[in-house]
């Protein structure tokens, strides 16, 4: 069974305080995760995917098989970073016709 | 393009009636996906069309809840008879079937109310 897995609802952080997004999974396979990003009043939106390997907006994240982690990161917050953030995974078995299974999503709010 | 487009973008209603959303796909997509997020338990996944096709509807809360999609630039989702705990904001997504490197691309989603 695919299982993603976002412990905090709600991170709060000053601004130019580092940031950590926290994401774990569930899946026996290889997958492919990703971050989407909600900002108010906006629809859901890609941010990043780890086969990138990019920064998005100064946030990295990293895919850990070990831990079965995907922690969004940013070394400096800014307040335009406040918004919803959900982690989401795909799996291997017919990559390209399947869905993607999301977490709960956490909400980051900076503040001034 | 204009991107997923769905409607109407707020619905209010009151418990029992019928409530249809609608979703207009990325042109050329060939996959659809209608999720509900609600604050409680995020962003669920309902169901997943392929070529028109219903491949996975075991998210569909239950029977009250049906969707369709009847051609390549169209799908509807319908509640009959509605109910206050249906609340929620009702996403659409689309995506290339088969594209491996391609992710999904959401609408703007429907606010549901039932009063």
């Known amino acids: 069974a695919q299982r993603v897995t976002q412990p905090e609802k709600l991170l709060s952080v000053f601004k130019g305080a580092p940031v950590e997004l926290k994401c774990n999974y569930s899946?026996?396979?290889?997958?492919?995760l990703f971050w989407y990003v909600q900002y108010s009043r906006q629809r859901l939106q890609l941010l990043l995917r780890?086969?990138s390997r990019e920064s998005i907006k100064g946030f990295t994240a990293d895919l850990n098989k070990g831990e079965t982690s995907f922690h969004l990161k940013k070394p400096f917050a800014q307040e335009e970073d406040s918004a919803m953030y959900y982690c989401?995974?795909?799996?291997?078995?017919?990559?390209?016709?399947?869905?993607?299974?999301f977490g709960k999503g956490t909400r980051l709010s900076v503040i001034a | 393009d204009a991107g997923v487009i769905q409607s109407p973008r707020h619905e209010v209603t009151e418990m029992g009636q019928e409530v249809t959303l609608r979703c207009k796909p990325i042109?050329?997509?060939?996959?659809l996906f209608w999720y509900r997020q609600t604050m409680m338990r995020g962003l669920e996944l309902l169901i997943y069309?392929?070529?028109?096709?219903?491949?996975?509807d075991s998210g569909m809360p239950e029977d009250r809840f049906s969707a369709k999609m009847p051609n390549a630039s169209f799908s509807t989702l319908k509640i009959q008879p509605s109910e206050p705990r249906d609340s929620a904001v009702y996403f659409c997504?689309?995506?290339?079937?088969?594209?491996?490197?391609?992710?999904?691309?959401f609408g703007p989603g429907t606010r549901l109310t039932v009063l």
């Open positions: 899946y026996s396979g290889s997958p492919e």
């Open positions: 042109s050329g997509h060939n996959s």
């Open positions: 780890h086969i």
């Open positions: 989401a995974l795909r799996g291997d078995e017919f990559r390209g016709n399947t869905p993607l299974v």
């Open positions: 997504a689309s995506r290339t079937l088969g594209a491996y490197t391609d992710t999904q691309y």
């Open positions: 069309f392929n070529n028109n096709v219903p491949i996975d």
